[in-house]
């Protein structure tokens, strides 16, 4: 029986979030992170989406998404912890560096 991951909060969690600016933190569900990111085209986004599928089933860790056309909406949260945990700092950076590899951009303010 495996433990379940350990819940990040107070410094644990304000220092890693430090290193990903554009993820926005909520109290929502105990705690998740998300972030949205735009790419050139919709086979760009859905190759970035196949390439953290790949990774997630390794870690068995799965974001949730949803994607319209060129851009891809993430949450992250871990559901045993009740909130997050390092594998979503673990997951959020990954996509940044997947993100950015693949040219992504911010998108435009509302």
Do not use: C
């Amino acid at each position: 029986m495996s433990t379940a991951p350990a819940r990040l909060d107070g410094e644990a969690l304000a220092a890693p979030l430090k290193a990903l600016p554009h993820w926005r933190h909520s109290p929502e569900r105990g705690g998740l992170i998300t972030a949205e990111f735009v790419f050139a085209d919709f086979v760009t986004a859905f190759g970035f989406m196949a390439q953290v599928a790949l990774h997630a089933e390794r870690m068995n860790h799965h974001p949730e998404w949803f994607n319209v056309y060129n851009r891809v909406q993430v949450t992250l949260t871990t559901h045993d912890a009740n909130g997050l945990s390092a594998k979503d700092i673990e997951m959020a950076g990954l996509m940044d560096r997947l993100a950015t590899a693949l040219g992504a951009r911010a998108p435009a303010s509302t």
